[in-house]
């Protein structure tokens, strides 16, 4: 199961967790997995490459699927704005895979 966790703190998202693998297929062909795995990736591009945020990124795909970002505590107000837009979307994406293949995916917000 893909356990994906968004963290919040000062009304903003400030990091993220994705952890294990989804398992609604066979390899190749899992449509959930594909789902969360176009998110993050879209996510860290669009962090990296479009709001141009040095994000801190961990990918550890040989240990059971893992992808952990952290955001810097501060951000001019234009590159916040960006990055809360994606992050947000990316959530949203997110909260929207988990309530329809709840069976192979969790989501959860927590309040840092």
Known sequence: MIQATVHYGSDRINSFRITGHANSGE????????????????????????????????????????????????????????GQAILQSFADGLRDVATNYADFVTYDEVTD
């Open 27 to 82: 390899y190749g062909q899992d449509i959930v997995c594909a789902a969360v795995s176009v998110l993050a990736i879209t996510t860290v591009n669009g962090l990296q490459r479009v709001a141009k945020i040095p994000i801190d990124v961990e990918n550890r795909d040989q240990a059971g699927g893992f992808l952990e970002v952290h955001l810097p505590p501060k951000l001019e107000a234009t590159t916040e704005l960006k």
